[in-house]
């Protein structure tokens, strides 16, 4: 029981009795209860605490990720909390794979996963915002992980369904970012190793497998970025983590970055199908309230986001820019539908609402969008792809279709960004 003033820590049971106690613990009670509420559909995000999902297939480097990020962040003035990954748990502690002798075994473990892991993380993110300090909560994978390691879609679906979730509101509502860390089975294969995890049991084939279903299970996220192996070796793709985190806090931060290319026309369905890519496509609309503060190109902005999928399943942003020299720095977080609703009856009179049709996917190493622009240039296609820095500037190896469409790099163009 949490006691509120210091009579109760240091006074006697005979005080437990009183009625002025007994009338001033439902109050208490009710205010923690309060704190307590929501859903693994409710946005948990805020002001204060941000919580990111490190995903990625075996032996992909989340384990030295959490303790690097944890100390950086930490020697910067964060709180850090961890969430465990909920399988290593019940793994390690009993649950055996030969429990799971049927498809309802399958579906309960994948359920109790689930359940288990929105609790770990909610809990971390409630005692992080009570610390009234800057946190961070670091997931230890997160709740689209299931969708990889579910044996069917129909599985997966009554996951959902049981929990009370879309797929929507799991993947998108409850994180700032998710960061996909590629197994090391995938460009570094002479690492990849098991000894480290007495839990992984996957050959490389299976990892590399494992890791691309991942990718897509978070594809559509509005800040999934991917982590290769590259050249630069492991500390590369520490690098390019700590660089991506530093940028999601406000920290100053050089690294990958997104190149803008203008194209000619929309791609159509049978572009991506004949290429045999998987997409995800949402509607987007963005404005820029002037409740928050008005803002200029010079010293920073601020602008709200609604995203919703082809059933209308809808998930909503806040993104506050602020410019320091040439470093334009983001601080980003989840909010509720009331707050855009809020954000945009109040919207700048002086700037457009945007609208616009998003179709993301991957294409080998690269994340990928493109965005075609309802309101207020109906003509408009602009492809945004997320780049190494060692790519800046370099020739890009895209589909065939894509590449028939380009018409310039406009990356460094004035006229074509959004504010």
Not at 43 to 58: E, M, N, Y
Not at 289 to 295: D, I, R
Request: hydrophobic content about 35%; glycine content about 6%; overall charge neutral.
């Amino acid at each position: 029981r949490i006691q509120s003033d210091e009579a109760c820590a240091h006074g006697t049971a005979k005080r437990i009795h009183e009625p002025s106690q007994q009338q001033s613990e439902p109050k208490l009670s009710r205010q923690v209860s309060r704190s307590r509420r929501g859903s693994a559909s409710a946005p948990t995000s805020s002001q204060l605490v941000q919580k990111f999902v490190l995903t990625g297939g075996p032996c992909g480097g989340k384990t030295t990720a959490l303790a690097r990020l944890r100390q950086f962040l930490e020697e910067r003035g964060f709180r850090v909390f961890i969430a465990p990954e909920a399988a290593t748990t019940l793994w390690a502690n009993g649950l055996a794979l030969s429990d799971l002798k049927s498809e309802a075994d399958v579906l309960t473990f994948q359920l109790k996963l689930m359940q288990l892991q929105v609790f770990l993380e909610d809990t971390f993110a409630e005692l992080a915002e009570r610390t009234g300090q800057r946190s961070v909560v670091l997931c230890d994978r997160g709740t689209m992980d299931g969708k990889a390691y579910c044996g069917s879609e129909e599985c997966w679906r009554s996951v959902l369904s049981l929990q009370g979730l879309t797929e929507t509101t799991a993947r998108d509502s409850r994180y700032n970012a998710v960061l996909h860390l590629t197994t090391a089975a995938n460009g570094a294969e002479s690492f990849y190793t098991s000894e480290n995890n007495l839990t992984r049991s996957e050959a490389p084939p299976a990892a590399r497998a494992l890791d691309d279903r991942l990718q897509l299970a978070w594809l559509g996220h509005p800040r999934h970025t991917v982590f290769i192996n590259t050249e630069g070796g492991f500390e590369g793709k520490m690098a390019s983590l700590i660089a991506e985190v530093s940028r999601l806090v406000g920290l100053p931060a050089t690294g990958r970055k997104a190149r803008k290319f203008l194209l000619s026309r929309v791609p159509t369905a049978a572009d991506f199908l004949d290429a045999g890519l998987d997409t995800k496509s949402f509607t987007v609309e963005k404005c820029y309230p002037l409740s928050v503060s008005p803002g200029d190109l010079d010293s920073g902005y601020t602008y709200v986001r609604r995203r919703a999928n082809h059933e209308g399943m809808a998930s909503y942003g806040e993104t506050r820019v602020r410019v320091e020299g040439k470093e334009k720095l983001e601080f980003k977080r989840v909010l509720t539908d009331r707050e855009y609703a809020l954000a945009l009856s109040t919207a700048d009179p002086k700037r457009h609402v945007m609208r616009t049709q998003r179709t993301n996917f991957n294409w080998g190493k690269l994340t990928i969008y493109i965005e075609r622009y309802v309101e207020p240039n109906p003509d408009l296609c602009l492809m945004f792809v997320q780049a190494e820095p060692q790519l800046a500037g370099a020739a890009l190896e895209l589909p065939a279709f894509v590449e028939r469409l380009m018409v310039q790099e406009v990356t460094s163009e004035v006229q074509y960004t959004s504010y």
